[in-house]
Nanobody
Framework: VQLQASGGGLVQAGGSLRLSCTGSGRIFNIYGMGWFRQAPGTEREFVAAITRNGGSTTYSDSVKGRFAISRDNSKNLVTLQMNSLTPEDTAVYYC????????????????????WGQGTLVTVSS
């Protein structure tokens, strides 16, 4: 699957952004999906994940309660709604996909994901 992330941009602290990740192919619903981010000079970190059927989600502690991941398999689309943004959220955001055997898999490490989008830059000004 090929992934295309979009929706990044510049936003003031306290604002919101919605990131989108579109996947190619006809079998998008076999993939568990995740969002990761990488700030300058840091390692890539987990942000959020959703099971292949959208039934379960998980978040890093740093974004829990502010971000929401969702998916629409009919559109091959995963979104990350980001609210109450802070300058610490500034990073390049990547979506990733992993073929899943079950509806309960929620991988949270980058090494578990097979396919990656190109990244979209989110900049939050103070």
């Amino acid at each position: 699957v090929q992934l295309q992330a979009s929706g990044g941009g510049l936003v003031q602290a306290g604002g919101s952004l919605r990131l989108s990740c579109t996947g190619s192919g006809r079998i998008f619903n076999i993939y568990g999906m995740g969002w990761f981010r990488q700030a300058p000079g840091t390692e890539r970190e987990f942000v959020a994940a959703i099971t292949r059927n959208g039934g379960s989600t998980t978040y890093s502690d740093s974004v829990k309660g502010r971000f929401a991941i969702s998916r629409d398999n009919s559109k091959n689309l995963v979104t990350l709604q980001m609210n109450s943004l802070t300058p610490e959220d500034t990073a390049v955001y990547y979506c990733a996909a992993r073929p899943s055997w079950t509806d309960t898999e929620l991988p949270i490490t980058e090494f578990q994901y097979h396919y990656w989008g190109q990244g979209t830059l989110v900049t939050v000004s103070s």
